[in-house]
């Protein structure tokens, strides 16, 4: 599910603040990762690591959409998926 960048990370913990728009670019500044995700791309890097995506982040009416559980994923977020309920579950740590 494609969701907007901002408002996840913020359900995640991330200050607004931390969460900073660039030419295409968010980089997101969650403790100790840096995660930056480009519009039109499906690799993210994180801390200067290259991590291949299931999609590509797209940008659509001014807002910045990435799938919610590849940006869990890049945040360290746990995630799991309950298939007879059909209920994603993520955990800060």
Do not use: C, H
Not at 9 to 15: D, L, P, T, Y
Not at 67 to 92: M, Q, Y
């Amino acid at each position: 599910t494609m969701v907007p960048v901002r408002y996840v990370a913020e359900a995640f913990g991330v200050s607004k603040s931390d969460i900073l728009f660039s030419s295409g670019t968010v980089t997101i500044f969650a403790g100790s990762r840096t995660v930056q995700l480009t519009s039109g791309s499906d690799k993210a890097v994180v801390n200067g690591t290259t991590i291949k995506m299931g999609t590509k982040v797209v940008i659509k009416d001014g807002r910045t959409y990435a799938p919610v559980g590849e940006v869990a994923r890049l945040l360290g977020i746990s995630t799991a998926w309950d298939n007879t309920t059909k209920t994603a579950t993520f955990t800060n740590k």
